[in-house]
């Protein structure tokens, strides 16, 4: 699949509520198998109230499509964030990429 380049700490310890809106997401992909094939499934969620901040589906889990969920999530939030925004993952080879890295450290604003 791909090479892990960073690893993160996990800066949530494991207290998945937030007090205000955008302020954790978490994030994951999700396999969906239909009669086609595998649908992938990125998504990111906001603890604050459970709500979906982004989604998106491709046919290739790759690392264009977290990224893509990302975008989505930032335009649909319009970049109201909190100031350290938490984005926890678990980690996989999307997830820890360099061209993910570079793209949630903006986040941070």
Known sequence: MGQQVHKYEHLLNRNFRADIPNS?????????????GVLYLSMIRDLYDSSIAAYKTATQQTVNLVMDTICLA???VKKRVAAELQLHSDQGFQHTSQAYFDRASVLVI
Request: no cysteine; charged share 30%; glycine share 0%.
């Open 24 to 36: 954790k997401w978490v994030t994951d992909i999700s396999y969906i198998y239909t009669e086609e």
């Open 74 to 76: 930032m335009k649909a």
